[in-house]
Each structure stands twice: as C-alpha cells, then as structure tokens.
T-cell receptor, first 112, second 112 residues
Framework: ETGVTQTPRHLVMGMTNKKSLKCEQH?????MYWYKQSAKKPLELMFV???????ENNSVPSRFSPECPNSSHLFLHLHTLQPEDSALYLC???????????FGQGTRLTVV | QKEVEQNSGPLSVPEGAIASLNCTYS??????FFWYRQYSGKSPELIMS????GDKEDGRFTAQLNKASQYVSLLIRDSQPSDSATYLC????????????FGSGTRLQVQP
C-alpha cells in the first residue's frame, strides 16, 4: 500500500448508529488531517494532528470524535449523526505543518 | 473575510487553448502555495507547488507567484477535455497554523 488510504470508501448509517472512519498513511508524515467536503462547498478543515497530538479543532460538533493512536493512523468516530453530516470525508497527511498535503480517496458518508 | 479567493467559474476553454486560473490570498506572510486538481466525486490531487516568486513549469502546467501582489496562478497549456475538473488553490499561511488554507476552487471545462 502506498500513499494515504481510507476505509470504508462508502458508508450509509442511521442517525442512531456508531461507526468509525479509518485513515492510514504510508508516507512517513508527522501530521494528519480530517476534512469535510459537502456538495458544492469548499473543503472544511475539521481536525489537525501533529505528532499524534490534536493541535486544532475547528468547532466541530462532539458527535465527531477523532483519534490518532500513532503517526500513521487516524480515526474519526461517528455517533448520532444528522442528515446534514452527509458529505465526503477526506483524510490528508503532510511531512510538516502546512507543507504539501496528500489526500486519501475519501469516505462518502450518507446519514439516513 | 475569505483568506484564499478563487473565482468559482465555470471557466470554459476550447481544447488546445491555454487555461488561466487565478488565486489571491490575504496573509502577507504566506510562504508556500499549492494547486490541487479535484475531479467530481474524487479527492484532491496535488499537481503543483511553488515557494518563490516567478514561474515554475511542469509539463503543460505553469504556476506563477507574485508575493507582492499576493497572487498565484496556474496556466494549463494545450488544454485537454481530461483537464476538466475543479482546481483548488491552497496556501500555507506561515502563521504557525499547521494546515493549508484552501480556496473554494475554480471549475474548469475544456470543450472538445
């Protein structure tokens, strides 16, 4: 595996479900990010992890809970989501803060 | 006030023409600038990075940076229908923030 991989690629969940999105980077980077992209809207930065420490949380609702157990893995735990949370969720990584970021393929999330 | 501004388009050019995509940014201390290409339903793909004033060429792509005017552009020569996508400008603000700031993107349509 190379680059940044995300699983699952597609996810449909009910509003009462709990699910997790997984991201793994094979680039040796030390920073990882979660972005949300809703239809016809720009990328929204959700969380930033640098050296496994959360360094930025852009006023994201608590129903989104990130976890970074090591520099290669990043999770986004989801619970009691709303239909408006349906979007493309993108993980990215970079070698240093603010450097070239490389994206995973994304998880297309639909909340029903 | 938006930090990275792009015209949303669509920018329509005929096949074989030069497509010119523009981006302005508000933070004078920004150090690094990137162009990403995003096909519909896919994740952003890094296509160009530029760090100093002037032009940087890579194949059919040329990035241009003018820090005094806070302006960065992307030229695509000999445009092909396969270049039809949304092009995202991203900036490292150099303020210590660890993530890139993205513009909302310009949609390019190359007409065969």
């Amino acid at each position: 595996e190379t680059g940044v991989t995300q699983t699952p690629r597609h996810l449909v969940m009910g509003m009462t479900n709990k699910k997790s999105l997984k991201c793994e980077q094979h680039l040796g980077h030390n920073a990882m990010y979660w972005y949300k992209q809703s239809a016809k809207k720009p990328l929204e930065l959700m969380f930033v992890y640098s050296l496994e420490e959360r360094v930025e949380n852009n006023s994201v609702p608590s129903r989104f809970s990130p976890e970074c157990p090591n520099s290669s893995h990043l999770f986004l735990h989801l619970h009691t989501l709303q239909p408006e949370d349906s979007a493309l969720y993108l993980c990215a990584s970079s070698q240093s803060g603010g450097g070239e970021a490389f994206f995973g393929q994304g998880t297309r999330l639909t909340v029903v | 006030q938006k930090e990275v501004e792009q015209n949303s388009g669509p920018l329509s050019v005929p096949e074989g023409a030069i497509a010119s995509l523009n981006c302005t940014y508000s933070d004078r201390v920004s150090q690094s600038f990137f162009w990403y290409r995003q096909y519909s339903g896919k994740s952003p793909e890094l296509i160009m990075s530029i760090y100093s004033n002037g032009d940087k060429e890579d194949g059919r792509f040329t990035a241009q940076l003018n820090k005094a005017s806070q302006y960065v552009s992307l030229l695509i020569r000999d445009s092909q229908p396969s270049d039809s996508a949304t092009y995202l400008c991203a900036v490292n603000e150099g303020t210590g923030r660890r993530a890139l700031t993205f513009g909302s993107g310009t949609r390019l349509q190359v007409q065969p």
